[in-house]
């Protein structure tokens, strides 16, 4: 990869103004807590807030906000760091890095800006429900695949079965 730099923000900033802006149109067009459904049982649009981490997690706790807000910056500089040294071969990490980071920073700039993470996608199976998550939630889901299936790849070469 000639320059990795180039790459992580063509990635990456693309990714957070997508992210912030999906937010924007949300808030902006739907009342808090209401529902569009998309794809009856299946798929809403809504207009959620999340205080805390995934799934609520530290929602009720008075430390949130700062340890939050650290912990996404923490994972960002880290993430960088690793990104920075990565093999030219390691293009799937690269990806997955990117869009972590990428999501990271979306819902950082959330918190820091309203307190709270803009969720929007709903998805559910009758009275099934995921929580709603968002664009920048979406990236590090992906991101996280590609790393874990990079890891697996990588086992298998050093293996010699691939």
Request: charged share 20%.
């Amino acid at each position: 990869m000639k320059n990795k730099y180039l790459f992580l923000a063509t990635i990456a900033i693309p990714l957070i103004v997508l992210d912030q802006a999906t937010k924007l149109i949300i808030v902006r067009t739907m009342e808090l807590h209401s529902s569009i459904p998309v794809i009856r049982n299946f798929f809403d649009i809504v207009h959620a807030r999340n205080q805390g981490a995934a799934f609520g997690v530290l929602r009720d706790s008075s430390i949130r906000l700062p340890f939050l807000i650290g912990v996404s910056l923490f994972a960002a500089v880290v993430i960088v760091i690793i990104f920075c040294k990565l093999r030219p071969d390691q293009k799937l990490s690269a990806w997955g890095l990117s869009l972590v980071l990428s999501g990271a920073l979306g819902n950082l700039i959330d918190r820091v800006r309203l307190g709270e993470v803009v969720d929007f996608l709903s998805v559910h199976w009758h009275g099934h429900y995921w929580p709603a998550f968002n664009v920048a939630d979406s990236a590090i889901c992906v991101g996280v695949g590609l790393l874990v299936f990079d890891m697996i790849l990588e086992e298998k070469r050093k293996k010699g079965s691939l």
